[in-house]
């Protein structure tokens, strides 16, 4: 069936309704944004709308450690620089970027894709930890840091995941108690990041 084409304002409240829907946006701040954008329709919203065109066509998760690049393998991987034997597992790509804004680790990095939660109905099966197990053998990989959250689920999830990759030769890490409990590593400044990072412990 056709899509049926919207008039100036229904489009208009869509693209508000679509707004709202990302994080930290409400219906007020997305109908704020919208209406600055279409204030500034040629300084704004014309190259927002070409810049997500753009992305949308062109952005794939990385087919080795799942965070998003323009190519199947992102830079990071293809890096023979990062081939350190180090990788740092973390919950998703926002976690994987907060590391990579602190400049504090200089191994890869492979991306869960989520933490085990029983009241979500995430388990192991939802998680790529098979892929990190063969990652390790393939990249000849000796340590394994398990960045993920400070919560009870990312802890959990960081256990398991030292379970599953018993065996494998690789040691297996976890940040220092310089995260507060409960933090997330998106929200964590720099200085704790890096710190978190020089005292890891075995878990």
């Not at 829907?21 to 954008?37: D, Q, T």
């Not at 300084?43 to 066509?57: D, H």
């Not at 997330?184 to 710190?195: K, P, V």
């Amino acid at each position: 069936m056709a899509q049926r084409s919207l008039d100036g304002q229904e489009a208009i409240e869509e693209l508000i309704a679509q707004m709202a829907r990302l994080p930290g946006l409400g219906p007020r701040s997305a109908r704020r944004a919208v209406l600055h954008l279409v204030k500034k329709r040629d300084a704004r919203l014309v190259p927002l709308a070409r810049l997500l065109t753009e992305v949308g066509q062109s952005v794939r998760p990385c087919l080795n450690c799942g965070n998003v690049s323009t190519r199947d393998i992102c830079g990071i991987c293809a890096s023979e620089a990062r081939a350190n034997g180090q990788i740092c597992v973390v919950e998703d790509v926002a976690d994987l970027w907060a590391m990579e804004r602190a400049q504090v680790f200089q191994g890869r990095y492979h991306v869960l894709g989520g933490t085990l939660s029983p009241l979500d109905d995430v388990g192991p099966e939802d998680l790529s930890i098979p892929k990190l197990r063969d990652r390790i053998a393939a990249e000849g990989v000796t340590e394994v840091i398990l960045a993920l959250n400070a919560t009870v689920d990312g802890q959990t999830t960081a256990h398991y995941v030292a379970r599953e990759i018993e065996g494998t030769g690789a040691r297996a890490v976890g940040l220092a108690r310089g995260m507060p409990v409960g933090g997330e590593l998106d929200y964590m400044d720099d200085g704790t990041l890096r710190a978190a990072l020089a005292q890891r412990q075995p878990i």
